[in-house]
């Protein structure tokens, strides 16, 4: 079992700056890869972002890339989302979740269906 703890969501003015935090428990962080979601109201959850284990691969959505960074530190179990120049439309829940498997590119890395853990999500809301 892993558990997923996401924080770091609020209230930012468009063009302000957010850092998420994933901090996870109950098995081996480092052996899996991790992603972030996010879900908008009447919206499908979708991608954002992607990490290998090592920290040595990561994988962006189109929306978000030169914006949003990906990180984790695995000596302190939690992975990171780095987000800047936010926009209004980048509101919504934001979801951690964890791989058991491997994920072999970004085609992996955005299918929601390759995660086995999910957190319970923070909100994120951008004011224009």
């Known amino acids: 079992q892993v558990q997923l703890v996401e924080s770091g969501g609020g209230l930012v003015q468009a063009g302000g700056s957010l850092r998420l935090s994933c901090a996870a428990s109950?098995?081996?962080?480092?052996?899996?890869?991790m992603g972030w979601f996010r879900q908008a109201p009447g919206k499908e959850r979708e991608f954002v972002a992607g990490?290998?284990?090592?920290?040595?691969?990561?994988y962006y959505a189109d929306s978000v890339k030169g914006r949003f960074t990906i990180s984790r530190d695995n000596a302190k179990n939690t992975v990171y989302l780095e987000m800047n120049s936010l926009k209004p439309e980048d509101t919504a829940v934001y979801y951690c979740?964890?791989?058991?498997?491997?994920?072999?590119?970004?085609?992996?890395?955005?299918?929601?269906?390759?995660?086995?853990?999910w957190g319970q999500g923070t909100q994120v809301t951008v004011s224009s």
């Open positions: 109950g098995r081996t962080f480092s052996n899996n890869a």
């Open positions: 979740a964890a791989a058991l498997g491997a994920m072999y590119g970004s085609w992996w890395y955005a299918a929601a269906g390759k995660y086995d853990y």
């Open positions: 990490i290998s284990w090592s920290g040595g691969n990561t």
